[in-house]
Antibody, heavy 120, light 111 residues
Framework: EVQLVESGGGLIQPGGSLRLSCGAS????????MTWVRQGPGKGLEWVSY????????FYTDSVKGRFTMSRDNAKKSLYLQMNSLRDEDTAVYYC?????????????WGPGTLVTVSS | QSVLTQPPSVSGAPGQRVTISCTGR?????????VHWYQQLPGAAPKLLIY???NRPSGVPDRFSGSKSGTSASLDITGLQAEDEADYYC???????????FGGGTKLTVL
């Protein structure tokens, strides 16, 4: 059974840093690209970042470029999102999701999400 | 302001049919990129409902169907059931943004 579990969320002050993790099981992690998607309180889904299978291609949405860094460790079957210079508007539930095939493909499995609250 | 436009809400009585639209532009749906649909039940993570415009993952009832034409796509739900009450999101890829884009979401209420 495919499972994705996020961790690392919490309450952080504006300007602070946080590192999210996503552990994968039930599939060959190294064979799939991955994404982070976030959802602000009462809001819709927002794509955050994408990483290819061997980390050679990484993309970010404009609002997080230069502040967030996505990475992965295939040996540990883990995905990461380093978030720096956090702003109030980064408050959201952050989901990691598996990309089913290529970059434009659907996200076929999602984790339950981890809540990040940026507030003083 | 989402890149893909969906109606904020739709509603229907049990057994009826509803359609949720998703309108994009020439850099995403109109460029030929596939549209995918997700169902998000209250308090839960999104779940893939339709992929590549019209395909259902294993386990998704055939009451759910999707289509795409030009710069738009649609999700049809027939034989509405109470458990269909959820938020529905469309997703595609946008070449000008070099990333995925989502619709703003549509809240389905079963009357």
């Amino acid at each position: 059974e495919v499972q994705l579990v996020e961790s690392g969320g919490g309450l952080i002050q504006p300007g602070g840093s946080l590192r999210l993790s996503c552990g994968a099981s039930g599939f060959t992690f190294s064979a799939y690209a991955m994404t982070w998607v976030r959802q602000g309180p009462g809001k819709g889904l927002e794509w955050v970042s994408y990483i290819s299978t061997r980390s050679t291609t990484i993309f970010y949405t404009d609002s997080v470029k230069g502040r967030f860094t996505m990475s992965r460790d295939n040996a540990k079957k883990s995905l990461y999102l380093q978030m720096n210079s956090l702003r109030d508007e980064d408050t959201a539930v952050y989901y990691c999701a598996r990309v089913s095939r290529y970059r434009e493909s659907s996200l076929d499995y999602w984790g339950p999400g981890t809540l990040v609250t940026v507030s003083s | 302001q989402s890149v893909l436009t969906q109606p904020p809400s739709v509603s229907g009585a049990p057994g009826q049919r509803v359609t949720i639209s998703c309108t994009g532009r020439s850099s995403n749906i109109g460029a030929g990129y596939d549209v995918h649909w997700y169902q998000q039940l209250p308090g839960a993570a999104p779940k893939l409902l339709i992929y590549d415009n019209s395909n259902r993952p294993s386990g998704v009832p055939d009451r759910f169907s999707g289509s795409k034409s030009g710069t738009s796509a649609s999700l049809d739900i027939t034989g509405l059931q109470a458990e269909d009450e959820a938020d529905y999101y469309c997703q595609s890829y946008d070449s000008s943004l070099s990333g995925s884009v989502f619709g703003g979401g549509t809240k389905l209420t079963v009357l």
